[in-house]
């Protein structure tokens, strides 16, 4: 499984971005897809993940009610809408993809990152 992040960019404080996150390959193999991000000098942290089938979903506190994962399954693509976003939501942002339930840090695939900055 290959996956393509994108969706990056510069934007104040307050305003939104939405990244994508394009599957391709055995994607059948997939139970479930993430975002997790790392900001300058942090360990990488979770942010949302989604059941590739179902419409199962987690946040990571400090998103929730900001951020919506959504995906659609005929384009093999996830989405992470991030409203309202906050100087602390900068980092590089990852996709990640799991052949199990859960997708971790220790995931099975994962995307190049794509820059999200937060200016204040």
């Known amino acids: 499984v290959q996956l393509q992040a994108s969706g990056g960019g510069l934007v104040q404080a307050g305003g939104s971005l939405r990244l994508s996150c394009a599957a391709s390959g055995r994607t059948s193999s997939l139970y479930a897809v993430g975002w997790f991000r790392q900001a300058a000098g942090k360990e990488r942290e979770f942010v949302a993940s989604?059941?590739?089938?179902?419409?199962?979903?987690s946040y990571a506190d400090s998103v929730k009610g900001r951020f919506t994962i959504s995906k659609d399954n005929a384009k093999n693509t996830v989405y992470l809408q991030m409203d309202k976003l906050e100087p602390e939501d900068t980092a590089i942002y990852y996709c990640?993809?799991?052949?199990?339930?859960?997708?971790?840090?220790?995931?099975?695939?994962w995307g190049q990152g794509t820059q999200v900055t937060v200016s204040s």
């Open positions: 989604t059941s590739w089938r179902g419409s199962i979903t």
């Open positions: 990640a993809g799991d052949r199990s339930v859960v997708v971790t840090a220790k995931a099975d695939y």
